[in-house]
T-cell receptor, first 115, second 115 residues
Framework: AQKITQTQPGMFVQEKEAVTLDCTYD???????LFWYKQPSSGEMIFLIY??????QNATEGRYSLNFQKARKSANLVISASQLGDSAMYFC????????????FGKGTKLSVKP | KAGVTQTPRYLIKTRGQQVTLSCSPI?????VSWYQQTPGQGLQFLFE???????NKGNFPGRFSGRQFSNSRSEMNVSTLELGDSALYLC??????????????FGPGTRLLVL
């Protein structure tokens, strides 16, 4: 069954340090996409980064990078130089086949950045 | 370019009533998806529309329905509301380019409380 697992319900990180949020996925579909979204307390889901299953290189977007290990079926998010504004819920999600309109989400990780 | 907008932002209803939520996608986006977010079940896919046609449907009862108009705006309707329908309802839109669907961008959500 297709599934996303985020094993860290909550994490703390010191401001300016790097943090890794874990995500593992399960699918037998060879074509899939992996996403990370940030959800502040306001509720809006903010797109951070995307990795396609056939992409050879790990995706990067500014301070965000996705550590994609296909054999281990993991897609961890790395945030470098954490900022206070990074405090939020972070969701890992997966799309299957060519359709990105139907995302499967994990339960999320609540990240708290300490000054 | 304006983002995804959802109206209303907050709504209080009583059991047995029905409710209609509206979503205006990013200009040029023809795909609209709806998700329900609750503390217990997390984020769950409701349905996806493209060019006024439902492409995918999640595992929700028939009380949940939706539609999309020719201008890509979408509405979702929940009839005979139950207490468990209290949730944040998120709408997301995406672009199709070169026969390929791109990343979804989310609106701020509608918080529905059923009393």
């Amino acid at each position: 069954a297709q599934k996303i697992t985020q094993t860290q319900p909550g994490m703390f990180v010191q401001e300016k340090e790097a943090v890794t949020l874990d995500c593992t996925y399960d699918t037998s579909d060879p074509s899939y996409g992996l996403f990370w979204y940030k959800q502040p307390s306001s509720g809006e889901m903010i797109f951070l980064i995307y990795q396609g299953s056939y992409d050879q290189q790990n995706a990067t977007e500014g301070r965000y990078s996705l550590n994609f290990q296909k054999a281990r079926k993991s897609a961890n998010l790395v945030i470098s130089a954490s900022q206070l504004g990074d405090s939020a819920m972070y969701f890992c999600a997966m799309s299957l086949g060519g359709s990105q309109g139907n995302l499967i989400f994990g339960k999320g990780t609540k990240l708290s950045v300490k000054p | 370019k304006a983002g995804v907008t959802q109206t209303p932002r907050y709504l209080i209803k009583t059991r047995g009533q029905q409710v209609t939520l509206s979503c205006s996608p990013i200009s040029g986006h023809r795909s609209v998806s709806w998700y329900q977010q609750t503390p217990g079940q997390g984020l769950q896919f409701l349905f996806e529309y493209f060019s006024e046609t439902q492409r995918n449907k999640g595992n929700f009862p028939g009380r949940f329905s939706g539609r999309q108009f020719s201008n890509s705006r979408s509405e979702m309707n929940v009839s005979t509301l139950e207490l468990g329908d209290s949730a944040l309802y998120l709408c997301a839109s995406s672009l199709w380019r070169g026969g390929r669907q791109e990343t979804q961008y989310f609106g701020p959500g509608t918080r529905l409380l059923v009393l």
